[in-house]
């Protein structure tokens, strides 16, 4: 049965602002109590979904989430009406109220890790949604990120949804930017990689700087809940000096794309044994384009997001690269790429850079952005017939006003205390479950 590889991008949230909450990622603590532009950047986020539709590749669009987060404003003790939590907040714990504004919830990379029908054992799409306890902020996403995707993916001939893993160290779980996947078509069986930083039971090296996320424990599981058909999993070891030079998920050093796998060389503890197991386990040849620190240095890449570029397989053969700008404005980078798509070796003919700077001082790439789901014809025609998710040119019409409409043009951290901020970003937020048919999946909608 033919399949495509839909992307599901985040849609920029209202109250995009720089926290500076993420420890590990370089850029967010860099940027941290910058004055951002919402508008921008959900344009930004926006062009960058038009553009992959425009190539004929199907694009799906995610919700962003409520924000201010009230609801756990109240459970850590804020009383009152939803202006006086704000106030308190804003008062006596401002890093609080911050990441209780975030709108991390735009990388989409980290919402899930999801598993085509042609890998599981039951023949449906599995989906687990991250757990992602290593971040506040993000910890607060699970619930509402679980109830979107059972609404978009709502059929149960197709999808098998489970819930997010028990929400601890243990099982911590970052969701498909730890997870990768080759093949020889995107419908044919495949064989997913899952990229761990640590282990609760093994001894292994760990980073120094920064604390690894993703575990060795969680990732089992996923592959277990998942019921991938034997022997459809590997996992491989994140390299510790990759952790502590930025790289706090796997897909800021490392993209795969059916038959083609772009990494650093430093990304992984072991890259050459990796590239010799999956040569093992593949029936059909494997492009391994591997960058030296010579080609580009680790700190470079994690600069410019290099590897976070998105390989996308093209509708008349081939594929190509959507690399962000900042790779264009990189002597290195630019000088790799271009190596890359003139070697014949790979299927990859062409590169394209796209402008998300936005997104980017926040930490985050086109890869980022996107949670990538490979969908067969019945499964994507039961998410047209249930909501309006995947981008056309209305919807992309009716988005961009609906931006225009709503979004202001700047947020300073001063301004995340304004009560208005929240009332602006539920209006906005009703409308857009309307305009994408999802009815209503906020809290503050059931009420």
């Given at each position: 049965m033919s399949s495509c590889e839909v992307n599901f991008d985040g849609l920029v949230g209202p109250t995009h602002n720089y926290g500076g909450l993420a420890v590990g990622n370089v850029a967010a603590a860099e940027n941290a109590l910058a004055e951002s532009h919402p508008r921008e950047a959900a344009l930004q986020g926006l062009a960058k979904m038009k553009r992959i539709g425009d190539l004929g590749i199907r694009q799906g669009v995610l919700p962003p989430q409520d924000r201010p987060a009230l609801s756990m404003l109240r459970k850590l003790g804020f009383t009152g009406d939803d202006a006086s939590i704000i106030s308190q907040a804003a008062a006596v714990a401002p890093g609080l109220l911050r990441a209780c504004c975030s709108a991390s919830s735009?990388?989409?990379?980290?919402?899930?890790?999801i598993s085509p029908s042609t890998d599981t054992h039951d023949n449906r799409v599995h989906i687990t949604p991250a757990n992602l306890p290593s971040q506040f902020h993000r910890s607060i996403e699970p619930p509402v990120t679980a109830a979107i995707l059972r609404r978009i993916f709502s059929d149960e001939r197709y999808f098998a949804h489970h819930d997010p893993l028990p929400p601890n160290l243990y099982c911590a779980d970052e969701g498909a930017a730890n997870h990768m996947r080759l093949c020889r078509d995107h419908g044919e069986a495949g064989l997913e990689i899952f990229v761990f930083g640590r282990s609760a039971n093994?001894?292994?090296?760990?980073?120094?700087?920064?604390?690894?996320?993703?575990?060795?424990?969680?990732?089992?599981?996923?592959?277990r809940l998942h019921k991938l058909q034997y022997g459809r999993a590997m996992f491989v070891q994140q390299n510790p000096d990759a952790v502590d030079a930025g790289a706090f998920h796997n897909d800021v050093l490392a993209v795969?794309?059916?038959?083609?796998?772009?990494?650093?060389?430093?990304?992984?503890?072991?890259?050459?044994?990796?590239?010799?197991?999956?040569?093992?386990?593949?029936?059909?040849?494997?492009?391994?384009?591997?960058?030296?620190?010579?080609d580009i240095s680790m700190a470079e890449a994690v600069r410019t997001y290099l590897f976070n570029s998105q390989i996308i397989s093209l509708p008349g053969g081939g594929m190509m690269i959507l690399a962000p700008s900042e790779c264009q404005e990189s002597g290195s980078a630019k000088t790799l790429l271009e190596r890359v798509i003139e070697d014949t070796a790979n299927p990859i003919t062409r590169v394209e850079y796209v402008n998300l700077r936005q997104s980017m001082?926040?930490?985050?790439?086109?890869?980022?952005?996107?949670?990538?789901?490979?969908?067969?014809?019945?499964?994507?025609?039961?998410?047209?017939?249930?909501?309006?998710?995947?981008?056309?040119?209305?919807?992309?019409?009716?988005?961009?006003?609906?931006?225009?409409?709503?979004?202001?043009?700047?947020?300073?951290?001063?301004?995340?205390s304004d009560p208005s901020l929240l009332r602006e970003s539920r209006a906005a937020l009703d409308e857009l479950t309307n305009m994408l048919s999802l009815g209503p999946i906020y809290e503050f909608q059931k009420l």
């Open positions: 735009m990388w989409a990379a980290n919402a899930a890790t093994l001894k292994l090296v760990k980073p120094v700087k920064f604390p690894a996320r993703q575990t060795l424990e969680a990732s089992e599981a996923i592959s795969s794309n059916c038959n083609v796998l772009f990494y650093h060389e430093g990304a992984f503890l072991n890259g050459h044994e990796m590239e010799e197991n999956i040569t093992r386990w593949c029936d059909y040849p494997v492009n391994f384009i591997r960058a030296s620190e010579f001082r926040n930490g985050g790439g086109p890869a980022c952005l996107r949670l990538r789901v490979v969908l067969t014809e019945p499964e994507l025609t039961s998410v047209s017939r249930n909501s309006r998710v995947i981008l056309d040119q209305s919807l992309y019409d009716d988005l961009k006003a609906w931006i225009e409409r709503h979004y202001r043009d700047r947020i300073s951290p001063g301004d995340l």
